[in-house]
């Protein structure tokens, strides 16, 4: 009975971080095209016609409509399907770390706005500043309802990395953009100057297989700039859930501890 009630409890956490899903695909389609994302109706991209109701069930609708449009029969990209269903593992993921507490619901927020963010830097090369501030609440909102670091580590996380991006963008023209610079600076807040250190090395990680995968593919050279924003808000991510754990398991292994 205590498993069922755990598995019934997950899947309304799943259910809940889909439907959270399916709005954050509003916000990748929108809010790169100007247009409000708290206002109008659902609409297919492609012939916008109005959603119905009963075409909004998360990850399923997609499956009943065989990927295709009801009115005008066009593909829907299977990314939306996909971001809903990360929306859900999302959620389950952030409630298995930190239990069913308003620490759950803070990493959850931070991630339903990272997801966003990467898949719009990924499609634009760009970070919007309005999701720069989403992301700065849950931060601030860190401090009073999750275990961490305190005010000052949280003010030297702030420029920790991003101060060294910055200084790095000034003496080598747009190595790192000023989304990146800001995002960092931003995620400092959230995770105090240790974590965001090593958010900051696993996204430099990320990107170095990022580049290394685009040059075996041919698809650029040295010079080629690719998306780092999805690379940094996967570290970050990592850092927020288990950030202490692998520090820990470093020191740890260097003798440290």
């Excluded at 206002?39 to 295709?68: M, N, Q, T």
């Excluded at 860190?142 to 000034?170: E, H, N, Q």
């Excluded at 170095?208 to 075996?216: C, D």
């Amino acid at each position: 009975m205590y498993y069922l009630a755990v598995f019934a409890l997950y899947a309304f956490v799943f259910a809940f971080g889909s439907i959270i899903g399916s709005f954050l695909n509003v916000v990748v389609y929108r809010v790169p095209n100007g247009l409000s994302v708290a206002e109008g109706r659902s609409f297919c991209p492609r012939c916008h016609a109005k959603i119905r109701p009963y075409d909004l069930i998360p990850v399923l609708s997609w499956f009943i409509l065989k990927g295709k449009c009801r009115d005008c029969g066009q593909p829907i990209a299977a990314r939306y399907p996909l971001v809903e269903a990360a929306g859900g593992a999302l959620a389950v993921l952030c409630c298995a770390v930190y239990g069913f507490h308003l620490q759950a619901l803070t990493a959850f927020a931070v991630a339903a706005v990272l997801l966003p963010l990467s898949l719009i830097d990924a499609d634009t090369m760009t970070i919007p500043d309005g999701l720069l501030v989403a992301l700065a609440v849950p931060a601030v909102a860190s401090y009073f309802v999750m275990p961490g670091p305190g005010l000052a580590a949280r003010a030297i996380g702030f420029f920790a990395v991003s101060l060294p991006m910055l200084l790095l963008t000034l003496l080598i023209p747009d190595c790192f953009g000023g989304g990146d610079i800001k995002l960092m600076a931003v995620c400092g807040l959230l995770l105090g100057w240790q974590r965001i250190l090593l958010a900051g090395f696993l996204g430099l990680l990320f990107g170095l297989v990022a580049a290394v995968r685009l040059l075996v593919r041919r698809r650029g050279d040295r010079h080629s700039h690719f998306p780092f924003g999805p690379c940094l808000a996967g570290g970050v991510f990592l850092s927020l859930l288990w950030g202490d754990v692998m520090i820990r398991w470093y020191l740890a292994f260097c003798g440290i501890l």
